[in-house]
C-alpha cells in the first residue's frame, strides 16, 4: 500500500505586537529639571486672555496713551483693608519668570512702583489701580532684570480698599488672572492663610467687599 504523506500544519499567523512609545526619563538632577522647566517654559505658547480680563485688554491696548506716564501702581492710596490670593506652584515645582511675565502682560498688568506688577481700571497709570502682583517670598519684588531667571514657589495677588472706583469688578479681574497662571502653568488657589480657596472662600472674600464699601457710604452719609 502506499504511503501517505502526513498533511503540512496550516502555519499560524503571527500575533503582532504595537511597540509602545518608550516613556521620556524624568530629570533626575536639580540642574536637569531646572533645564527641563526652562525648555518647557520657553516652548510656552502666548497664554490665552480670561473672560472680561480679555476684552478690558483688548480694549486698552487700543486706548494707550501715547503722553508720559507716572510708573504703575504710583497713585495708590493708603489701604485700610487688603483682599488677598495666593497661587502656589504645585510640589517641588517653581513659577518660571519669562512665562509668568508673558501671562501678566496679557491680563493687562504692567511693571511699576515697588518692583511688581499692577493692573489699573484704565490704560492711563493715574487711574485707580485694581490689584496687584509680588512673588510670595522675600522681597517679593519682580525687578526687569532678573526676569530671565527667576523662579519662584508662588504668587500673591492683593487688592487694596479703598482703591478701585469698582471695587467688586476688579476682585472678579484679579481671580480670573489668578485662575488664569492655574491653568497655564499649573498650581493652586489659596486663600491670605494660604488654605485651599473654596466657592466659600472667594464668596467671604465678596462679602469683605461689600461691607466695606457699605462702610464707606455711609461714612460719607
Not at 511699576?112 to 522675600?138: K, N, W
Not at 462679602?207 to 455711609?218: A, D, L, P, T
Request: charged residues 30%; hydrophobic residues 30%; contains cysteine.
Amino acid at each position: 500500500k502506499a504511503r501517505t504523506q502526513p498533511a503540512e500544519p496550516e502555519p499560524q499567523p503571527q500575533k503582532t505586537t504595537s511597540a509602545k512609545p518608550e516613556p521620556k526619563p524624568e530629570p533626575k538632577t536639580r540642574t536637569q529639571r531646572k533645564a527641563a522647566r526652562k525648555q518647557k517654559a520657553e516652548e510656552t505658547q502666548e497664554p490665552p486672555l480670561v473672560t472680561d480680563v480679555e476684552k478690558d485688554t483688548a480694549q486698552r491696548t487700543a486706548d494707550k496713551p501715547g503722553k508720559s506716564q507716572p510708573p504703575a501702581g504710583a497713585n495708590r492710596p493708603e489701604a485700610r483693608e487688603v483682599v488677598v490670593i495666593n497661587v502656589l506652584a504645585s510640589s517641588g515645582e517653581q513659577f518660571q519668570g519669562p512665562a509668568l511675565k508673558k501671562l501678566f502682560e496679557a491680563c493687562g498688568l504692567e511693571h511699576g512702583d515697588l518692583d511688581i506688577y499692577h493692573r489699573h481700571e484704565g490704560s492711563d497709570t493715574t487711574t485707580p489701580v485694581q490689584f496687584s502682583v509680588a512673588s510670595a517670598v522675600e522681597p517679593g519684588t519682580f525687578r526687569p532684570d532678573e526676569m530671565p531667571t527667576l523662579e519662584t514657589p508662588g504668587i500673591s495677588f492683593f487688592m487694596s480698599l479703598p482703591g478701585p472706583s469698582n471695587a467688586l469688578q476688579a476682585f472678579e479681574f484679579m481671580l480670573e488672572t489668578a485662575q488664569c497662571v492655574v491653568r497655564n502653568m499649573g498650581g493652586e488657589l489659596k486663600d491670605e492663610r494660604r488654605s485651599v480657596m473654596t466657592p466659600q472662600t472667594i464668596e467671604h472674600c465678596r462679602q469683605r467687599i461689600r461691607e466695606f464699601e457699605r462702610k464707606q457710604r455711609s461714612q460719607r452719609n
